[in-house]
């Protein structure tokens, strides 16, 4: 299972940065994503950029592919539980969703007590703050130990290149940003959603750490939109290396992440180069992560990957 560290290094040069498909007009800015509008759908387009700390820092071959696969797969596992906007995957980089009025809030599942910038809850909770975001949490807690029961710190929806405002529920409620009645179903489905994707991850020998869920409203309904329960919208640390005292092994975007930190950077000028080295490891995790949880082999798509994509999003749409 999983793909070579050969295999990998030959898809450098078959990585996604961007999808200009003139046909359909301008490409919209996504910081990850390429999105175009055609009617009432959206197609999503997953590239292989990754971010971190606000910025677009480089591209690992093949993320757009497992992102898009592993989410569908996940909307797949919870449409029991709510409606997703999925309408079809053309492509292993595409998916063809339902236009949604995205919600002004979303829903970040935190199941563990962990966390390194001055807003997270362990540096919060390290100070001495026994209640942040409205949070009452017990005495005794270590980094990264699980908290007594998941909780949900909601955030606003920043504009690019800003920071998200983490928000209590009351804030929400007093601002009038969601309504009483549909923030007590989200926040019910959130922590639903969240359960379903611990168990699936203990199975496959993962823990969800945490994970940030988006929502929208088509035609009244409420839906689950955006991405779901993956390495980039989701923290995922590796089972067999969570112990006392320890930090455990990061299997998602917190691993490109830490390297930069341990090298100084955390947003302020000038990024360091990427070497191939990490990308590579960042790949192969990508990969583990989708294997593990879906238990199939990924499997690349045929390259090279943007005139593929091209081709079969004109013959989907009859261009």
Do not use: C
Not at 142 to 169: C, F, M, Q, W, Y
Request: hydrophobic content about 40%; proline content about 8%; cysteine-free.
């Amino acid at each position: 299972m999983g793909l070579s560290v050969v295999e990998l290094q030959e898809a450098l040069v078959h990585t996604v940065p961007a999808v200009e498909l003139p046909e359909l007009g301008a490409r919209r800015a996504g910081r990850v994503r390429d999105i175009y509008e055609v009617g009432d759908r959206l197609i999503l387009i997953a590239t292989d950029r990754i971010s971190a700390f606000d910025r677009v820092l480089g591209v690992i071959p093949y993320k757009g592919q497992v992102l898009n696969q592993l989410s569908a797969w996940w909307f797949d596992q919870t449409r029991d539980l709510i409606p997703n906007h999925v309408l079809a995957i053309p492509d292993p980089n595409v998916m063809v969703v339902r236009r949604a009025q995205p919600l002004p809030v979303e829903v970040v599942v935190r199941g563990y007590i962990t966390g390194v910038t001055r807003t997270s809850l362990w540096t919060l909770y390290a100070q001495g703050e026994r209640q942040p975001y409205g949070i009452p949490l017990p005495d005794g807690l270590r980094k990264n130990d699980p908290l007594p029961h998941p909780v949900i710190t909601p955030t606003t929806k920043a504009p690019s290149g800003a920071h998200d405002e983490i928000l209590t529920r009351a804030e929400i409620l007093e601002r009038g940003l969601v309504p009483v009645d549909l923030w007590e179903r989200i926040e019910a489905i959130a922590l639903a959603l969240f359960a379903r994707g611990q168990e699936i991850a203990r199975r496959a020998g993962l823990i969800l750490v945490d994970t940030k869920y988006e929502f929208g409203l088509i035609d009244g309904e409420l839906v689950l939109i955006d991405e779901l329960h993956t390495p980039d919208s989701s923290r995922y640390w590796l089972a067999e290396t969570y112990l006392p005292g320890q930090d455990p092994e990061p299997m998602d975007k917190e691993f490109v992440r830490a390297w930069f930190a341990a090298r100084g950077y955390r947003g302020e000028g000038e990024p360091p180069e990427m070497p191939v080295e990490l990308v590579l490891e960042a790949a192969s995790r990508y990969i583990a992560v989708y294997e593990r949880l879906t238990g199939g082999t990924f499997q690349p798509g045929e390259r090279p990957v943007v005139e593929r994509i091209r081709r079969r999003l004109r013959d989907f749409l009859n261009l």
